[in-house]
């Protein structure tokens, strides 16, 4: 294409680009002419290029440089450097519109991510609030009613302090029992219901080979009846005589009150008689099982027999009275009481601790997508200004303009592109509002929005 400019300037004749890339421009003299009506041709290719930019959202930068430069053949003089024509800004506003899209589809990502950020900030917000309104939960007091948690757990406190404070003073009388004698009471109690199932299915004629019968039912009943009541009773006796507990860690038997007295007799009584059961039923089973002639062996075994049953009781009923204190017994049942409570406010404030780190890395990551999406906008806007620059060192010979282009390493921002006055910017409020959104907690956002109402 030949172009004849009316200003004498030496005309230019654009050639397709060459294998190599490179647009070879071929600038040839010759003379002035007057202007011709066919010189309007140029007018009607520069509406065709122009439509097809606003058509396309990827325009070829040959389409480009050929409107350029047909838009200067119709100036038909040479510009100041300074200066933009209108096909140079609606250049700039296809890389500002480019830009757009960039950030529009970066802002959908940081708009997920601030969602993603805001349901766990939330998540985080209500789990602190539901862990401080655990001190305010009601319990039931060991001393009767009701208290608020941190009411009772204040109490636990006072209760270790004055048992700190025997302790300091050499008192015994609050020590704790080994773990594995205070195990013994259960493991007794396991064995007297089996012996006692056994010896009262002997009574009750069970027949083994087709136990399940009521007379298995009624042997059942029967030991659970005595082994419960007795193993209730003992350590009904032994929390009596803990009462008695003095600083030197024993019970006095002198002194004791009527009540624990009686209780303690009957716990006597109770050891004999089941002693003598377990006697007499080991004593007939030896003589059923070895005849009338073992009645010696008989007797050992069974008086073996009783006295382990009064030693096991009797056990029994000194771990309930020589374990810990009264004391110790009531801070156990306070810190039973809060202990539940205290570890759910716990286990919430610790959820929402950990929540942190969740957030802080969706954080880096809307920073490195925000960072990634402004770079490829201002790319966008970057081609649009080095276009502009090629096509005027195609058609005018002046090279790129003098005003350099910002560095986008010492400003954030869409940058990489001359910023002037008149050029039209890509919008960044939105990326600027999403990450403000990301990076600031809940209860910051409305502190800073309660402050600015005022204000407005």
């Known amino acids: 294409m030949s172009t004849h400019p009316r200003d004498g300037h030496e005309p230019v004749n654009l050639r397709p680009v060459s294998a190599d890339g490179q647009q070879s421009v071929t600038v040839r003299a010759a003379p002035a002419v007057a202007p011709h009506p066919e010189e309007r041709a140029p007018d009607g290719r520069l509406r065709r290029y122009l439509s097809r930019l606003l058509r396309r959202r990827r325009v070829p930068s040959r389409i480009i440089l050929r409107a350029l430069a047909i838009e200067q053949i119709l100036i038909g003089r040479k510009r100041e450097s300074g200066t933009s024509t209108y096909t140079e800004n609606v250049v700039r506003a296809l890389g500002t519109a480019a830009g757009n899209r960039e950030l529009a589809r970066t802002q959908r990502i940081l708009d997920r991510l601030a969602k993603r950020i805001d349901g766990l900030r939330a998540q985080q917000a209500g789990l602190r609030t539901q862990a401080e309104y655990c001190g305010g939960k009601f319990v039931a007091h060991p001393d009767g009613g009701v208290r608020t948690v941190t009411e009772t757990a204040g109490d636990q406190d006072q209760q270790r302090a004055v048992i700190a404070a025997d302790i ?163 801070l156990d049942t306070l810190g039973e009481a809060v202990v539940g409570p205290l570890n759910q406010g716990r286990g919430q404030r610790e959820q929402a601790d950990n929540l942190d780190q969740q957030i802080a890395v969706l954080n880096r990551e809307a920073d490195r997508v925000a960072a990634e999406g402004i770079t490829r906008a201002g790319r966008q806007r970057a081609a649009a200004d080095r276009l502009i620059d090629a096509g005027r060192a195609v058609h005018q010979g002046v090279g790129p303009l003098s005003e350099p282009a910002v560095d986008p390493n010492s400003q954030n921002g869409v940058v990489g592109y001359r910023r002037t006055e008149a050029t ?27 402050e600015e109402q005022p204000a407005a």
Request: no cysteine; hydrophobic share 50%.
């Open 168 to 330: 300091q003073d050499g008192s015994r009388r609050h020590r704790r029992l080994p773990k594995a004698l205070r195990r013994v009471p259960v493991v007794v109690f396991a064995a007297d219901a089996l012996l006692l199932l056994y010896f009262f299915s002997g009574v009750t004629n069970v027949d083994w080979s087709s136990p399940f019968s009521a007379a298995l039912v009624f042997a059942i009943l029967l030991a659970v009846m005595v082994t419960g009541i007795s193993f209730a009773f003992f350590r009904f006796a032994g929390d009596r005589l803990q009462q008695y507990k003095n600083d030197a860690g024993t019970v006095p038997l002198r002194g004791l009150d009527e009540a624990t007295t009686v209780a303690a007799v009957l716990a006597l009584t109770a050891m004999t008689v089941l002693g003598a059961l377990m006697f007499t039923r080991m004593h007939a089973e030896v003589i059923d099982a070895l005849g009338p002639g073992a009645g010696g062996t008989a007797i050992i075994i069974g008086l073996t027999l009783a006295v382990i049953s009064v030693l096991a009781n009797t056990l029994v009923v000194a771990v309930h009275a020589l374990d810990g204190s009264t004391e110790v017994d009531r």
């Open 424 to 450: 039209p910017q890509v919008d960044e409020r939105p990326h600027r509002l999403a990450l403000r959104h990301i990076r600031t907690p809940l209860e910051e956002e409305r502190q800073a929005v309660g």
